[in-house]
Every structure is written in structure tokens, then in C-alpha cells.
């Protein structure tokens, strides 16, 4: 395991490098852990607290890593002590002759999140520990839950890729097919389609030809446009190999069939998807990627104790509108306090 030293995003934030046993793919496979101490950046909010009272590790979504400035600040406000995951072949973690961010497996993932919690136990007490993703990120945060039981204080998701767009119909259907493509050609790329609007969106309101809602201020990154690296998340996403969509869908069986966690889970979604081919106003209030009633019935039964809340925003909720940011920092430090406490 590598130390602590400065992460690009500056003052405040520092990254250190995991080192993976090798994969099928090649034996450099690394993931990069990230944190944030608010004592060292002058961006700090205040009034945030000197004293942690609980973990909170976020994981990324696919065509993902970690660049949420504000996250960490508002998760920071609310008591946490802030960390987030690059995986491997993603973001910081990834290396120029790796697949970005190819697996066959998604319990490949159990070993960069088990050294990130050992490395954050190291460091802090035996603070309660939250566990976040979103999208891909939530399915794999999901799966992680409920193969280590009794390990979580509670698991927030942020539009979770629990199922398929159908529901099992789709993918009991299409399983199989794919299953047998992966088996004779793992890297087939499977045709996927889409307007990419979610990618467009990201660049902000500015940019988008559309009327800008009265309040937003031009400054705000859902207007002015998110600082994102497109090396790391592309706006047009990249091709999906045949064997990486058969992990997935292995990992939406396994929620269906088998998860049923001892923590309390938050699943936040949007409140409308839109998959038409015109661009227009729906793309900044609704989940162009995946559909969020899907998410939630799925969410149900995840456990015992399960928060639907939804949002007029977009795919990740975290990059919608300031008005729909503030409702979902304001519903997760709230269910943080109810549940995690």
C-alpha cells in the first residue's frame, strides 16, 4: 500500500494508491483511495464539524471516478469522515493499456473495498460506517453489503443499477444469449443505444441552447458545467463487452433472489426517466440512463428497513439542479441522523 500524498483536486484532498493481485487482463491492476481534510482546504464550509462521529466511502458509477468537491464538503458538514474509491480501471486508477473499467466479476471489487476500509480503521475509531455508490456503483455496493454482513451502519444509493430497464422479463431473456456470446468472444462490444444526453447534460445548462430556469446562478456547476476530466468520464461512454454486461446482470440475479441486508438503506432516484431522442428540458429533471421506478420497486426488498425519496433530477442526483442538490444533501443528512446517528 502506497501513503497519503496531494490528489489533483487540490488542498484538502489527498490519494493514495492500493496495489491489486493481478487479473486476467494484466498484473498492474491498482485502485486509489481519496480523501478529504477539511482542516487543509480553504474551500471548507463552516461550521463543519471538528470531529467525525461516522465512515462514509463512496464508490463511482461506470464512465465514473471520484471529482465531487461538493460531496465531500456537505458529507464532511453533516459528521462524516469523507473517503471515495477510484476502482480499478477507472479514474485515477486507471493505466494506458487497461480496458477501462472491464470486469468479469463484480466480486473482484471485495478486495479494493476491503483495503480501503482496513486502511480507514487504521486511521479511525470505530465511527459507524456508511457505505454509498451510485449507479454501477450501488449495484457493487449492494452485492458488497450482502456478502459482509454486520460490517455496515447503513447503505445510501444514488440511482443504483439494481435491474435491468424491464425487469427480470429482459433479462431472463437475454441472459442466456449473452452468456453464450461472452463464453466464445468476452470482449464483444454489445450494441448499446441512447441519445447520450446524460454526457451532453453534464456540460451545463450554458451550453445547452435551452431556456435557463429563473434562480439558477451562473456560477453553479449544473450551469456553468461540471469540472470533469473526459479522459475518465466520457461524454459519449465507451463499449460494453458482452462479458462485463454478463457480471452485471449476474449481480441484478443475485439483488433479486438472494440480498436481503441487516442495515438500513436510503435509495434515491429520480422522479421521471426520459429516453426520447429530442433534446429539451426533461434531460436536466430526469434519469436519462436508467429507470428509476425500476430502482425503487427493486430497492423494497433490499431489507427491513429501506427510504425511498425522489428528486426532479438527473441520473446521478448529486449533479442535478442546486434546488434538487440541496433536497437530496438535506434527505441524506437527515436519514443520517434518524438511522445511523
Not at 427493486?298 to 428497513?305: A, G, I, P, Q, V
Amino acid at each position: 500500500m502506497d501513503a497519503w500524498g496531494p490528489d489533483f483536486l487540490g488542498p484538502g484532498f489527498e490519494a493514495r494508491t492500493l496495489e491489486l493481485l493481478p487479473d486476467d487482463e494484466d498484473d498492474g491492476a491498482v485502485a486509489t483511495l481519496v480523501r478529504h481534510l477539511p482542516a487543509l482546504d480553504p474551500g471548507a464550509l463552516p461550521g463543519t464539524p471538528t470531529t467525525p462521529t461516522f465512515i462514509y466511502l463512496y464508490l463511482h458509477g461506470w464512465n465514473d471516478y471520484f471529482f465531487q468537491t461538493e460531496m465531500a464538503d456537505r458529507l464532511r458538514q453533516a459528521g462524516a469522515a469523507f473517503y471515495a474509491l477510484d476502482m480499478r480501471k477507472y479514474g485515477r486508477s486507471l493505466r494506458p493499456h487497461q480496458t477501462i473499467g472491464y470486469t468479469d466479476d463484480l466480486s473482484v471489487y471485495d478486495e479494493e473495498i476491503g483495503e480501503a476500509i482496513e486502511i480507514i480503521r487504521e486511521e479511525r475509531d470505530d465511527e459507524p460506517l456508511v457505505l454509498a455508490g451510485h449507479s454501477t456503483g450501488g449495484l457493487i455496493a449492494t452485492l458488497w453489503a450482502h456478502r459482509h454482513p454486520g460490517v455496515l451502519a447503513g447503505l445510501i444509493l444514488n440511482s443504483a443499477w439494481l435491474e435491468m430497464q424491464s425487469m427480470a422479463a429482459w433479462r431472463g431473456a437475454m441472459a442466456p444469449v449473452i452468456g453464450r456470446i461472452a463464453s466464445r468472444n468476452p470482449m464483444w462490444e454489445v450494441p448499446s443505444g441512447g441519445a447520450g444526453h446524460y454526457g451532453r447534460s453534464l456540460a451545463g445548462r450554458a451550453t445547452s441552447k435551452l431556456p435557463i430556469p429563473e434562480g439558477l446562478s451562473p456560477d453553479d456547476p449544473s450551469v456553468a458545467g461540471w469540472p470533469i476530466a473526459r479522459e475518465w468520464k466520457r461524454p459519449e461512454s465507451y463499449p460494453v463487452p458482452a462479458s462485463w454486461l454478463e457480471a452485471i446482470m449476474a449481480g441484478h440475479e443475485t439483488v433479486e433472489k438472494d440480498v436481503h441486508l441487516e442495515c438500513p438503506v436510503l435509495s434515491m432516484v429520480s422522479t421521471s426517466a426520459y429516453f426520447g431522442d429530442e433534446w429539451n428540458e426533461r434531460v436536466f429533471t430526469s434519469d436519462t440512463v436508467l429507470n428509476p421506478v425500476v430502482i425503487a420497486q427493486r430497492s423494497l426488498d433490499l431489507s427491513d428497513l429501506v427510504t425511498i425519496a425522489r428528486f426532479p433530477g438527473k441520473h446521478d442526483l448529486l449533479l442535478s439542479d442546486a434546488p434538487v442538490r440541496e433536497r437530496v444533501y438535506a434527505t441524506i443528512t437527515g436519514w443520517l441522523e434518524a438511522f445511523v446517528g
